[in-house]
């Protein structure tokens, strides 16, 4: 995929820097008593899953501009996978997308594991009609009026589980289009009702090491309501079905200026986070690149996964859950890997023990300089460092331009126009 001697070649021009600057840095941290080391073995460890239709060009309501070389397949998929993570070393993971990703186990598999990924959180699709499936989506699945349209997607549910379980998955993040247009339309409590008896259908197949990821979404595809249109919904269902379920935070389904840091402290409190659909936005579910809008946002976030990392339980599904509609996947999916570890190693140097001291005594401006003394720290030379020990490349976007890969797997993948990826 991407020549070892490539990167070698790469960093071993730009190692100097890195050392010079990480030093500095270094420096800088332990007259404010941080040990540089720990954060740069918090940068190797950290990891998030790379969504496989993300590798696809995405796309909006009016109109999909497919790039070149894009992937035909899950295997060209994992191979564009591999490369984001052999440049960045920051996503060993893959989420798949049934039945867009359907292939053997066996193949899957053994694809992944020459490549170095192992399988996130399986992701179900009963948002769109297949080919060959007898009952139409159009109104709704898991929520549906007719009791053969809600066991259809029940099935479908249960057979992710089995296909993940076949290849090493261990949660089950559940997608769904359901709601409605018009006021009127479909009364709120029965179909939330019926959607919660189709939920504890899945639970009741979750093998007992798995777990079952909801996801709120305040509109789209329906944009009257949607089922589970914010946490509180989300909230419930998680607390209904059992210790199993937990809730998923997609940063771009809430409404503008929504305390999205204040919704993951509340969960964890609940015991109820799972984990993260990593994006940003302007708007509203705009599923831009993680860090371009609003970085500030994206630490503050981190900042309070970090104050509460050591909740009992505490176990995060990280995933980017973005549509790259006008640059190349790959660089995109690299860029955005490298921003959600920035805003994790920014939060992780915050001096917590002044900042609840600040607190306590009610220091509003000395706690919120404290705060944002973490997010008004450079800590690239910690990433690259990170990067340069583990074999990965100092500079991702670079070294991956200068390896021809797009150019190299146009020549071989043609150019499509449909498909299922991409669109999120
Ligand atoms: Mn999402």
């Known amino acids: ?3 070892k001697n490539l990167i070698e070649a790469q960093n071993a021009a730009l190692a100097g820097a890195v050392q010079d600057d990480y030093a500095a840095l270094g420096a800088k941290l332990a007259r404010r008593g941080v040990d540089i080391e720990t954060l740069t073995a918090r940068a190797d460890a950290f990891g998030v899953a790379v ?25 060209d998929k994992l191979d564009d996978c591999g490369v984001i993570h052999a440049l960045t070393g920051a996503t060993p993971t893959v989420s798949l997308h049934i039945p867009w990703d359907k292939a053997p186990a066996a193949d899957l598999k053994a694809k992944a594991q020459s490549l170095g990924l192992g399988f996130d959180a399986m992701n179900s699709n009963t948002f769109q009609d297949q080919p060959d499936q007898a009952h139409s989506y159009k109104f709704g699945s898991l929520s549906h009026t007719d009791k053969a349209t809600r066991q259809q997607a029940i099935d479908h549910n249960l057979e992710c589980i089995e296909i993940g379980e076949s290849i090493g998955s261990k949660a089950l993040t559940v997608w769904i289009g359901d709601g409605s247009n018009f006021p009127g339309q479909t009364s709120f409590t029965a179909q939330f009702d019926r959607y919660l008896d189709s939920l504890k259908a899945i639970y009741g197949g979750l093998p007992a090491d798995w777990r079952v990821f909801s996801e709120h979404k305040m509109y789209e595809p329906a944009f009257y309501s949607t089922v589970v249109q914010d946490w509180g919904t989300n909230l419930m269902i998680a607390q209904e079905l059992g210790p199993k379920a937990q809730c998923l935070v997609d940063l771009g389904h809430h409404a503008p200026n929504v305390n999205i840091e204040m919704i993951v402290a509340r969960l964890v409190r609940a015991g109820k986070l799972g984990g993260f659909h990593f994006n940003d936005s302007k708007y509203g579910d705009d599923d831009l690149d993680s860090g371009t809008i609003d970085p500030f946002r994206l630490f503050l976030v981190f900042n309070e996964l970090v104050e509460l990392e050591n909740t009992p339980g505490l176990d995060l599904a990280h995933m980017i859950d973005q549509s790259h509609n006008v640059t190349d996947p790959i660089e995109s ?5 490298m921003q959600i570890e920035r805003a994790y190693i920014q939060a992780a140097l915050v001096d917590r023990a002044a900042l609840e001291g600040y607190r306590a005594s009610n220091d509003a401006l000395m706690a919120s300089a404290t705060l944002r003394a973490g997010f008004q720290t450079d800590v690239e030379p910690i990433l690259a460092m990170a990067r340069l020990r583990k074999g990965a490349a100092v500079d991702p976007v670079a070294t991956y331009r200068a390896s021809g890969y797009r150019a190299k797997v146009a020549a071989v993948r043609p150019r499509v126009t449909g498909g299922g990826g991409g669109i999120v």
């Open 1 to 3: 995929m991407i020549d």
């Open 51 to 75: 969504p496989s239709w993300g590798t696809g060009t995405g796309g909006t309501r009016f109109a999909r501009f497919p790039g070149e070389g894009e992937p035909r397949n899950i295997f």
């Open 333 to 337: 999916l690299m860029i955005s890997a």
